[in-house]
T-cell receptor
Framework: AQSVTQPDIHITVSEGASLELRCNYS??????LFWYVQSPGQGLQLLLKYFSGDTLVQGIKGFEAEFKRSQSSFNLRKPSVHWSDAAEYFCAVGDNYGQNFVFGPGTRLSVLP | KAGVTQTPRYLIKTRGQQVTLSCSPI?????VSWYQQTPGQGLQFLFE???????NKGNFPGRFSGRQFSNSRSEMNVSTLELGDSALYLC????????????FGPGTRLTVL
């Protein structure tokens, strides 16, 4: 069964600073990887996904993530954080059939003005 | 195109009661998944329905059940409510339920007193 870890429970960055959120997964085959964002009181919105091909994927809101098979990682990055990026971020892995998503515990991002 | 809708948005019940939550997927989507989100356990997969059949199930007791109708709308039922069932219940829909993007609704906040 697949699993996901997000080592950082809470990260605080200043507005304009760069951001990297870590995600490590465990899965026996090529995983389907996702990053979702959840604002307070809201559902989850997909930021980006990786299925195959180019290991650097671009998403919405200026986010990107890089799949590194050797490190079993799928870290999320953004070069310059905006105050509106404050939210909870979830990494998720789907199996070959995509029917069983496993989410990481989430990383809460706070942005200082 | 309308997004995933969930009703009701908020619900208060007492222990021992039962509750039914509803989810209307995006038009054309045939797969509906349900998740429970709590501060302690994070996002946990409940079950997934595709074409009125339950295809996958998470590790929850039999008190949690669901169904899907021919128009892909889905309901989730929780019987004999316990305090620990207090959570945000999220519904997500996708076209095929394969390794595909899931679109999430805003959730139903259930409080059990």
């Amino acid at each position: 069964a697949q699993s996901v870890t997000q080592p950082d429970i809470h990260i605080t960055v200043s507005e304009g600073a760069s951001l990297e959120l870590r995600c490590n997964y465990s899965y026996g085959a090529t995983p389907y990887l996702f990053w979702y964002v959840q604002s307070p009181g809201q559902g989850l919105q997909l930021l980006l996904k990786y299925f195959s091909g180019d290991t650097l994927v671009q998403g919405i809101k200026g986010f990107e993530a890089e799949f590194k098979r050797s490190q079993s990682s799928f870290n999320l990055r953004k070069p310059s954080v905006h105050w509106s990026d404050a939210a909870e971020y979830f990494c998720a892995v789907g199996d070959n059939y995509g029917q069983n998503f496993v989410f990481g515990p989430g990383t809460r991002l706070s942005v200082l003005p | 195109k309308a997004g995933v809708t969930q009703t009701p948005r908020y619900l208060i019940k007492t222990r021992g009661q039962q509750v039914t939550l509803s989810c209307s997927p995006i038009s054309g989507h045939r797969s509906v998944s349900w998740y429970q989100q709590t501060p302690g356990q994070g996002l946990q997969f409940l079950f997934e329905y595709f074409s009125e059949t339950q295809r996958n199930k998470g590790n929850f007791p039999g008190r949690f059940s669901g169904r899907q109708f021919s128009n892909s709308r889905s309901e989730m039922n929780v019987s004999t409510l316990e305090l620990g069932d207090s959570a945000l219940y999220l519904c997500a829909s996708s076209l095929t339920g394969g390794p595909d993007e899931q679109f999430f609704g805003p959730g139903t906040r259930l409080t059990v007193l």
